[in-house]
Structures are given as C-alpha cells and as structure tokens.
C-alpha cells in the first residue's frame, strides 16, 4: 500500500485490526463493523480509526465521528465516486479528524479529492505501481482555483476575485 498527501508519500502510522482486538496499539484502525466493540475497548490514550464502506449511512457514521481519528472512506473502483459525495457529509457533519481515501483511485481525482475533504490517499500496490507519486503531485498542482468552495487551502475563484475587487486590484 502507498499512502500519500498533497506532499507526497507518507508513512502510515495506523495499524489494521482483525477484528476489534486493539490492545497494545496507539493508532489502531477497524473495519466498520468492529467499531462498537472497538469503541468500548478503547483506553483514552488511544486513537481510533474506522474503515468505511463508501455506501454507510452517514446517520449511522455521524454517531461515532466525534470518537474518531480517522475515517478512512472505501472506494471499491475508480469509477464508484461514492465515496467524494461521503467524504462531503462527513466534514459537513463536523468532523476535524484525518479522512482517508482508500482504493484504486487515479491521480486525476487526487484534486478532487482533496477538495471533498479527504486529507490522504492510500493505494493498493497494483493502483501505486500504475501511477508514480510525481504524477499524482504533478496532477493535484495543476489545480489551484476551484469554482465551488471546498475543504482545500484556497478559496474559490469567485471568493478571490470579490476580494480583488474589494481591495481595488485588478481582476
């Protein structure tokens, strides 16, 4: 598996759990369907994270957001866009943890994603091998201006050119 952000490749410091068997681990990561059990084995100097299906039902995800570290989105194909549309309810819905995009996405979603609200991106070798990680910053940087506000660093074109505006510059 490759793990990357907007800067590139990163080490992944979650560790995966079978089951919901999280003793001994500072940065455990469950399937969704462990969670509750999870939940109430999880000391307080622990951080939890989940791995969701993109089709779960954000009414039933909104419940825990606040005990998570990490949700990390499942996306079965490249072209089940799912999991941007979750990615958006869960940011609206407040949470300020990491959110991870995982599965075989390619580097042309990499801006998209990251304007949805996804902070990371993990691959499964097969996806990593295809696509290098300078192609995958290659792609995220060619975006710098969106038309629709998102979670990303930069406001949206309208949003700087009000601004231009407002401070007597040219648009």
Not at 3 to 14: H, M, N, R, T, Y
Not at 80 to 106: E, V, Y
Request: hydrophobic share 45%; proline share 4%.
């Amino acid at each position: 598996m490759l793990l990357l952000d907007k800067s590139g490749a990163k080490a992944d410091v979650w560790t995966r759990s079978e089951g919901a068997a999280i003793d001994n681990i500072s940065h455990a990561l469950v399937a969704w369907e462990a969670l509750p059990e999870a939940l109430q084995q999880k000391s307080r100097d622990q951080r939890l994270g989940v791995i969701v299906p993109n089709n779960v039902s954000i009414a039933e995800l909104k419940l825990v957001l606040r005990q998570l570290s990490l949700v990390a989105v499942s996306f079965p194909s490249f072209s089940d866009g799912r999991g941007f549309s979750l990615a958006k309810l869960i940011r609206n819905h407040g949470f300020t943890g990491t959110l991870r995009a995982s599965g075989p996405l390619i580097a042309d979603q990499f801006a998209y994603a990251i304007s949805c609200g996804f902070d990371e991106i993990e691959l499964p070798d097969a996806s990593a091998g295809r696509q290098p990680v300078e192609q995958w910053l290659k792609a995220v940087a060619q975006i710098s201006h969106g038309y629709q506000r998102g979670y990303g660093d930069n406001r949206n074109i309208l949003d700087q050119r009000r601004a231009a505006r407002a401070a007597g510059g040219a648009v």
